[in-house]
């Protein structure tokens, strides 16, 4: 218990944390490479091989994109990682009779899980670092590879039939409703000019006016929130719909909405951003008024908040169950975690499909598995400190 490699590498921390702190890091450390191992296989190993035998994917690309994924199986690894420590080690103590004696000199089982406690926080956090920094950044990049090795580099933008909506909110007999205010349409897009337009202006209707406006090609700057049109035709409308004025023009600059919602980006995958980016989509897709898209997004950021916390969840389930009477090996420690594991990210998927079912809220679509994990530790817990 006197490591002098733990003085150094936790100091100002009594014997007995450092001890059991040290003796939780090598499972850990063991379980990170383990369970990143099968995540890499589970998730993405398969397709590459496939790729390679049927596409002629070059093997170096193959290596660069597993490399890059890496980030994303890694955190998915922690909190496996930390239940597998927690029953390993304290399983180890509890099989050797160290937790008696520590329990014989005053010790409850509450202080013994301190140190797990402690490590779980701190890889909570560094999951949250990863996530919120490194794995967007990287399944980014392995998209693009990919895409590019493949030769399947797709652009930036939509280039046919482009539609987009605005939406807003009116309150009609004290019920809040959301009504259509503009609609952009488009055949074709090149990257810079758009063709084929329809747009319908319904931003005035309450004043008793609306518009469509037809032309043949257009640059829009949503950024300035203008649009250059050539070659077109308003019909400006009355409150019940008839044409009030007609309007032909050659060129046209006509201000647009400050859409936050670029015309022509494709849906983005939420997968590839972080929390403050897919905040920032979801306002921008909360114009168009996609319902189904907003849930399904409102409930992914959910999750990505929820996610780390499974750290904590995992490390005190690990710990209870080792901490109890039992003899276990290493190898039944790693097959219990092994279905612990699966159950728990089954509940999860089912939470969030019923989140996106609109069964339960996002929030709770979210942080219920967290949640009933937390109840699960503290009956462990306490069944332990009889």
């Known amino acids: 218990m006197g490591n002098p490699i733990s003085r150094v590498l936790l100091p100002g921390i009594s014997v007995m944390d450092r001890y059991i702190f040290t003796q939780l890091l090598l499972p850990f450390l063991f379980g990170v490479g383990a369970f990143s191992s099968i995540v890499l296989a589970v998730g993405g190993l398969f397709d590459i091989v496939r790729k390679i035998a049927e596409v002629g994917l070059p093997i170096s690309i193959a290596i660069e994109v597993m490399a890059l994924k890496m980030p994303l199986f890694i955190v998915y690894s922690f909190p496996m990682s930390l239940l597998l420590a927690g029953m390993m080690t304290y399983g180890k103590f509890s099989a050797d ?163 936050p919602l670029d015309f022509t980006t494709s849906d983005k995958n939420p997968d590839n951003m972080n929390i403050a980016e897919s905040l920032e989509y979801l306002e921008q897709i909360k114009l168009g008024g996609d319902k189904k898209k907003i849930i399904a997004l409102t409930v992914k950021i959910q999750s990505k908040l929820a996610f780390p916390f499974i750290c904590v969840v995992f490390g005190l389930m690990g710990s209870a169950m080792g901490i109890r009477p039992q003899r276990t090996g290493k190898t039944t420690s790693f097959g219990v975690s092994v279905l612990l594991i699966f159950g728990y990210y089954f509940t999860i998927f089912i939470c969030e499909s019923l989140g996106q079912g609109e069964v339960i809220s996002p929030f709770l679509a979210g942080w219920l598995p967290n949640t009933i994990g937390i109840a699960i530790d503290g009956w462990l817990l306490a069944q332990a400190a009889k």
């Open 97 to 259: 009779s160290e937790i008696i004696a520590f329990r014989s000199c005053g010790l409850s089982i509450y202080r013994l899980i301190a140190p797990a406690v402690v490590l779980s926080v701190l890889i909570t956090g560094i999951t949250f670092l990863f996530s919120e920094s490194i794995v967007p950044i990287s399944n980014q990049q392995a998209e693009l590879t990919l895409r590019q090795a493949l030769k399947q580099d797709k652009p930036t933008f939509n280039t046919d039939n482009i539609v987009k909506t605005l939406f807003k909110e009116v309150d009609r007999n004290g019920k809040k409703e959301q009504v259509l205010e503009w609609l952009f349409y488009a055949e074709k897009f090149d990257g810079k000019t758009m063709t084929g337009l329809t747009i319908i202006d319904r931003s005035e209707q309450a004043k008793g006016m609306s518009r469509i406006i037809n032309a043949k090609s257009a640059v829009l700057d949503t950024n300035k929130g203008v649009g250059d049109f050539y070659d077109g035709t308003i019909y400006q409308l009355t409150a019940n719909d008839s044409v009030a004025n007609i309007l032909n023009f050659k060129h046209l600059p006509i201000p647009l909405p400050k859409f």
